[in-house]
């Protein structure tokens, strides 16, 4: 598995409201964060990036972390952002995962 850490310094765009993540679609349930137990959700993020394409990032995060008030179109700052990938039963997977989310206030 590699890990590798992303900046904080990047602002995002929210694209949708939070879902839950499911560990097991099929039965419906939720996935959980390994160390702390608390069910995990995921949020589309957009990156922009200068002069180039935006990015879609689906960052998966534990719940308290994501603002009770967080909505479509607000920009948000992700703590502890970082890009996962490894390989399971033979398939490559990757993630996006932070440790909570805070709303960046206009002006």
């Known amino acids: 598995m590699l890990v590798l850490p992303i900046g ?6 929210v694209l949708a409201v939070p879902v839950p993540r499911f560990g097991d679609k099929a039965s419906g349930v939720v996935a959980t964060d390994r160390v702390t137990g608390v069910p995990l959700v995921e949020v589309p993020l957009a990156l922009t990036v200068d002069g180039g394409q935006p990015q879609v990032l689906r960052v998966s995060l534990p719940q308290p972390g994501v603002p009770k008030d967080l909505g479509v179109g607000q920009v948000v700052r992700a703590s502890g952002l970082t890009f996962v990938t490894g390989e399971t039963n ?3 997977w990757q993630i996006f995962r932070a440790v909570s ?6 002006g």
């Open 8 to 13: 904080g310094s990047h602002t995002l765009l």
């Open 90 to 92: 033979g398939r490559a």
């Open 101 to 106: 989310l805070t709303v960046v206030k206009a």
